[in-house]
């Protein structure tokens, strides 16, 4: 072969993984030339593969080995001073480089599943066979690493065919009842990428689901699936894929995707979007907020067993029993009654996580009531702002005054936070002025509460109104 041929040859092999920025393709030139000086070959494979393919930008690296992954691992982690997490049971390790870059290293392998939905016991074996393990054959291309066959492709399976032709395959009929969990991956590709479920894949994904053998699955491996899903750019086609497939019955057989559910998770990506803009600083965490969405016409004890089966964390589950009837009494106390003082907005939304807060825009947001919209989305920009307001005047402050320690203190600092909230009090001079009126009265509580009441409001009538404006 002429030398210009073969130079052409090379870069047309280089091509893709070019496209990766240059530390990346630098970085993997080098542990290509360490593979040969081991004796090993080393891939590129999944993920990663796939998006090149598909012009898209990936820092997602998993390499294989043929040989001792975890040894060739190990080197890796001494030359580049990476830190080195080794999962021995799967021959597979996880680095982190110095400058953030995360990157697994496997043992190529072929895997055995004892029953159904069980982790599967591993063993060493080809590149070919590790390719065929996979769940897709768009997963399952591989790209050469050692010097001379850099970038090289190898596609034993058709993936890059089912690229071009938009088209999620499994590779083996058992593929959905060896991991389960593959019918939701296969529903995130097939979404993410507007392709299609082969027919012969969505007729075995069907009888995987008639098996039930999702049920099978432990509340981790489920919650992972399931928020990795709702963690997708636009999860909202998504969901209707699961209730189109009749999959949400393995969250619970009472959850159901009505059209007033439908209304709420179509509306979410606008509802984030304008918390996002009006507040940048608090985070939300999205995944949760589709959950609390889809199930937000159940009842408690359905989305207490939603909870349980998923096996969620102590805050998910605060998060996912805000999102139920309770939010709804509380959107109506919001829109369908007089304007409220800031104070009245604070103490409904206080004890809600910010996620339900943003239920709340969606649900209203579903209703199509500009409104009351522009009700919600007041009481929403208030709330915020008045969680920054705090009181002078501590604890130790009231015990200093002679007040005996006792739940009067909750009284009459929770009173004096509703003061500040609403501008009737603006300084610590006032604030002590507050306590002293009811200083002798504390033995009785109420009394003092109605005394303290009282003195508020006084100080209204002497103010301007503290009211939400319902017309803006």
Not at 22 to 48: K, N, T
Not at 403 to 428: C, F, N
Request: net charge positive; hydrophobic share 45%; with cysteine.
């Amino acid at each position: 072969m002429r030398a210009s041929s073969l130079m052409a040859q090379k870069t047309r092999h280089s091509a893709k993984l070019d496209q990766l920025p240059v530390r990346i393709v630098g970085l993997l030139r080098e542990i290509g030339v360490l593979g040969d000086q081991r004796g090993c070959h080393v891939y590129v494979v999944g993920g990663a593969v796939r998006d090149l393919l598909l012009g898209q930008m990936t820092l997602d690296l998993d390499l294989a080995v043929e040989g001792d992954g975890i040894a060739f691992a190990r080197a890796v982690a001494d030359r580049y001073r990476a830190g080195l997490v080794v999962f021995e049971r799967f021959a597979t390790a996880r680095l982190v480089f110095p400058d953030g870059l995360k990157m697994d290293i496997a043992t190529t392998r072929r895997e055995s599943y004892a029953e159904p939905a069980f982790l599967p016991t591993v063993q060493r074996a080809s590149i070919e066979e590790d390719l065929y393990r996979r769940d897709f054959t768009i997963n399952a291309i591989a790209m050469h690493l050692n010097p001379g066959e850099f970038g090289r492709r190898l596609d034993v399976y058709g993936g890059r065919h089912d690229l071009r032709a938009g088209r999620i395959r499994v590779l083996h009929v058992g593929s959905f009842q060896d991991d389960p969990t593959r019918i939701f991956r296969a529903i995130r590709f097939e979404q993410r990428f507007r392709f299609h479920l082969e027919s012969s894949t969505l007729r075995l994904l069907r009888q995987a689901a008639s098996m039930n053998l999702i049920q099978q699955l432990s509340g981790p491996r489920l919650q992972n699936e399931i928020l990795v899903l709702f963690a997708e750019r636009d999860p909202v086609r998504a969901i209707a894929r699961l209730a189109g497939l009749k999959l949400l019955r393995f969250l619970h057989g009472r959850l159901r995707y009505t059209a007033d559910v439908k209304r709420v998770v179509l509306a979410l990506p606008k509802a984030l979007a304008w918390w996002g803009k009006q507040f940048p600083d608090v985070v939300i965490d999205r995944t949760s907020v589709y959950l609390m969405a889809l199930s937000s016409a159940s009842s408690p004890v359905v989305i207490a067993a939603i909870i349980k089966r998923l096996a969620c964390s102590r805050e998910q589950s605060r998060k996912l029993s805000a999102g139920g009837k309770q939010a709804d009494r509380i959107l109506k106390r919001l829109t369908d009654r007089g304007a409220l003082r800031p104070s009245q907005v604070y103490r409904l939304l206080v004890d809600l996580p910010s996620e339900a807060l943003v239920l709340l825009l969606a649900k209203q947001m579903s209703r199509q009531q500009a409104t009351r919209l522009s009700l919600l989305r007041r009481y929403l920009m208030v709330y915020e702002k008045s969680r920054a307001v705090t009181t002078v005047l501590t604890g130790k402050n009231l015990q200093a005054m002679r007040l005996k320690p006792g739940p009067q203190y909750g009284i009459i600092l929770g009173k004096l936070l509703d003061a500040r909230i609403d501008g009737l009090i603006t300084s610590e001079v006032e604030e002590r002025a507050f306590v002293q009126e009811g200083l002798g009265a504390w033995s009785d509580c109420r009394a003092a509460s109605r005394m303290l009441d009282k003195f508020l409001r006084t100080k209204t009538a002497k103010r301007p109104s503290s009211m939400v404006s319902r017309e803006g």
